[in-house]
């Protein structure tokens, strides 16, 4: 149709070009020009075609991203930053150090005897004894018995402490005698107490007690 009409139109042009001829108008020159925008014409249809092709192309390739049942394809997310907490669990251990048991072998320490009666005969044990009430010997000998749990002081009136010692006796012309001692029940009591005492005592016996009203 188009062509027609590009036709008509030139026979129509070449008419009116006889008609005015001797003015510089030809029939060449109006078939030049119908030429020439025919071809404009048509390099114009051309670029639309091409147009429509890529556009067309264009719509294919998004619609060939979705899944086959028309959904648009996932895009996976970023990875996500897990933050671990990591917990440290400290136990404390409470050690309990145990008192070392004594030694194998060693006896307890027996109980003391302190009712003592005025002119009682006591089994006693001589820690110590001496000429005066300054001697060094009876505060350590008092000293050694606390440490072990045990009171006594010094004394010059028990009876019989010099022949447990084996020192004469006043009468014998022997000194006046001072010394500390500790008194059990029995002589069993006594023996029981030297064998778990470490210091060196000077003798076990019975002695008779004064002084104590």
């Known amino acids: 149709m ?24 030809t029939l060449e020159g109006v078939r030049s020009r119908v030429t020439q925008r025919r071809r404009r014409r048509r390099a114009a249809a051309a670029a639309a075609a091409l147009g429509l092709v890529v556009v067309a192309a264009t719509v294919a390739g998004a619609a060939s991203t979705g899944d086959s049942d028309g959904s648009q394809v996932r895009v996976a997310d970023e990875p996500s930053t897990t933050t671990s907490s990591t917990t440290t669990s400290t136990t404390t ?6 008192t070392p048991p004594p030694p194998v072998g060693r006896p307890s320490f027996p109980p003391q005897h302190t009712d003592l009666e005025h ?12 000429t005066g009430y300054d001697d060094r010997v009876l505060a350590e000998a ?11 002081g010094p004394t010059d009136c028990d009876v019989g402490v010099d022949e447990i010692v084996g020192l004469p006796s006043e009468e014998e012309g022997g000194a006046h005698i001072v010394s500390v001692s500790l008194y059990f029940e029995s002589r069993a009591e006594a023996e029981a107490f030297v064998a ?14 004064f002084c104590m009203d």
């Open 2 to 25: 188009t062509a027609d009409i590009e036709a008509r139109l030139a026979e129509g042009l070449g008419t009116a070009a006889h008609g005015v001829a001797g003015q510089g108008v």
């Open 93 to 98: 251990t409470s050690t309990t150090v145990a």
């Open 119 to 130: 002119g009682g005969v006591e089994w006693a044990v001589v820690l110590a004894v001496a």
């Open 142 to 152: 008092v000293w050694s018995a606390a440490e072990v749990g045990y009171e006594t």
């Open 196 to 209: 778990a005492y470490e210091p060196e005592v000077r003798g076990i016996g019975q002695v008779r007690t």
